[in-house]
């Protein structure tokens, strides 16, 4: 089945102001001839509606870091999913091991945030990964399935289908080190797999899974002539126009 590649920029907490002009600008030049492939940034909250602004006028997306679960309430410092899509996002990534790891985020919180992200009409981009230690020990594909099964749990498969997965190993995010494309195949069929248990083999053959950690535009090629590879989400290297345009032109062997 085809899959349209999906590519996406996670600023994580990095710009300014002054930064993010030359930063769009250049990114929608070096996309603006690049075909057959969806391609979006997540930029800090501050930068949202800025960065909207600056895209007008090209296919570039617009997502969000993170959403808080709940519709409203006395939550200090969080931003609803509706909020998001008020301001014009289109994806909001969920389950990153930024969030898991460093701030605690179950399966459970992550459910209940990607109920809220559907709810509200964005496309969630679902994020799963080990920890090195979890890869040494053999854990890699107990893990996602960990991951996967309490994240799910709950979602009819026409849900499921309104997702975007994106496996990212842990020991690969911003370390320079990156899963060979054999190791990232291996787990990203695994992960067709579960999802065809979880919701069937038609949600499992469509859907699209990203690959993260340390994607640059020198590895981005052997990457994507993988199978089951349908894009990456892009940490640093979405930082550098030229870099994460050339990501986004990549060119399957």
Same mark, same amino acid.
């Given at each position: 089945m085809a899959r349209t590649p /999906?590519? /996406? +920029?996670?600023?994580?907490?990095?710009?300014?102001l002054r930064d993010i002009g030359p930063l769009v600008t250049g990114v929608k030049r070096g996309?603006?001839?690049?075909?057959? /492939?969806e391609v979006g940034v997540c930029p800090p909250f501050p930068y949202l509606a800025d960065v909207r602004d600056l895209l007008e006028g090209s296919a570039i997306r617009l997502g969000a870091q993170s959403c808080h679960a709940e519709p409203k309430g006395a939550f200090t410092g969080e931003v609803s999913a509706a909020m998001l899509k008020d301001l014009g996002c289109d994806y909001v990534i969920l389950g990153h091991s930024e969030?898991?790891? +460093?701030?605690?985020?179950?399966?459970?919180?992550v459910n209940r945030k990607l109920k809220a992200a559907l709810g509200a009409g964005l496309t969630p981009i679902l994020c799963?990964?080990?920890?090195?230690?979890?890869?040494?020990? +053999?854990?890699t594909l107990a893990v996602v399935e960990r991951q996967l099964s309490g994240s799910l749990q709950g979602f009819p498969p026409d849900d499921v289908a309104r997702m975007i997965l994106a496996y990212e190993p842990?020991?690969?995010? +911003?370390?320079?080190?990156?899963?060979?494309?054999?190791?990232?195949?291996e787990v990203h069929a695994a992960v067709r797999k579960i999802v065809?248990?979880?919701?069937?083999?038609?949600?499992?053959?469509a859907i699209r899974i990203q690959? #993260?950690?340390?994607?640059?535009?020198?590895n981005v090629d052997e990457l994507m002539s993988q199978p089951d590879l349908d894009g990456a989400l892009v940490g640093g290297a979405s930082l550098d126009p030229? #870099?994460?345009?050339?990501?986004?032109?990549f060119k399957r062997k």
């Open positions: /999906v590519v /996406v +920029g996670n600023w994580k907490m990095h710009g300014s996309c603006a001839e690049a075909e057959g /492939v969030r898991r790891h +460093g701030l605690g985020e179950t399966d459970a919180v799963i990964g080990e920890l090195l230690a979890e890869r040494e020990a +053999g854990q842990v020991w690969a995010i +911003g370390t320079g080190k990156t899963a060979t494309p054999a190791q990232a195949q065809e248990r979880l919701a069937g083999r038609a949600v499992a053959q690959y #993260g950690g340390s994607v640059k535009a020198d030229d #870099g994460f345009s050339r990501i986004v032109r």
